[in-house]
Structure formats: structure tokens, C-alpha cells
């Protein structure tokens, strides 16, 4: 079992840049795909970012070029820097993670963004 714990979430103005952290209970986060998605109370869950045990990433449109999603192998960290932040990024994030090969997601609990105009 993986636990996640998000951090970093606020409150800022548009243009300003978060980092998301989210650290995990297993030892090692390199076996671990994992991903960062976002939700609000007019959207469904949103995949953000995701990131497989190989490196590859991958990025909704909306964040292409802005965000940037990173891993600690050291520390079984995983990261969300968002740069350029617009108010349509404000939403809860969460954290995910599962083993390569399995379809059994852990989440973390989410942290809040708030971009204000």
C-alpha cells in the first residue's frame, strides 16, 4: 500500500508559479507511474500530468509548456511545478500513483490552488 501526501497548494495571483509536492510512504517512487490530476465543483476528475517508471511524460493541452512534472527518487517525491498560472487552473490537485502493470490507483488527499485574476 502507497500513501501520498500533497503539499505546496495556495493562494496566489495570475502569472505566479507553485510547486506541488507529494511525498510517498514507499521507499521508492521509481516503479511507480504516477500523476497529478485536478478537480473542481463544475468539472470531473482531470488527468494534469503524468509520469511512468521509463521517464515519459505526459501533459493535458491546457498545461503544455507551463507545468512540469518531476521526480525524487531520494526523497519518493513527486513534484508539480506550475508556472504562468491563470484562474482557470484553480482546482484541488491530487496526487496518484500505481505499480507499473496494475490498474489499482492510490491517491493522495488533494491540496488547493486558488489563482485569482
Known amino acids: 500500500q502507497v500513501q501520498l501526501v500533497e503539499s505546496g497548494g495556495g493562494v496566489v495571483q495570475a502569472g505566479d508559479s507553485l510547486r506541488l509536492s507529494c511525498a510517498a510512504s514507499?521507499?521508492?517512487?521509481?516503479?511507480?507511474?504516477v500523476a497529478w490530476y485536478r478537480q473542481t465543483p463544475e468539472k470531473e476528475r482531470e488527468l494534469v500530468a503524468s509520469?511512468?517508471?521509463?521517464?515519459?511524460?505526459m501533459y493535458v493541452e491546457s498545461v503544455k509548456g507551463r507545468f512540469t512534472i518531476s521526480r525524487d527518487n531520494a526523497k519518493s517525491t513527486i513534484y508539480l511545478q506550475m508556472n504562468s498560472l491563470k484562474p482557470e487552473d484553480t482546482a484541488v490537485y491530487f496526487c496518484?500513483?500505481?505499480?507499473?502493470?496494475?490498474?489499482?490507483?492510490?491517491w493522495g488527499q488533494g491540496t488547493r490552488v486558488t489563482v485569482s485574476p
Open positions: 496518484a500513483a500505481l505499480y507499473t502493470g496494475s490498474t489499482y490507483i492510490y
Open positions: 509520469l511512468t517508471s521509463s521517464g515519459s511524460t
Open positions: 514507499e521507499r521508492s517512487v521509481t516503479n511507480l507511474r
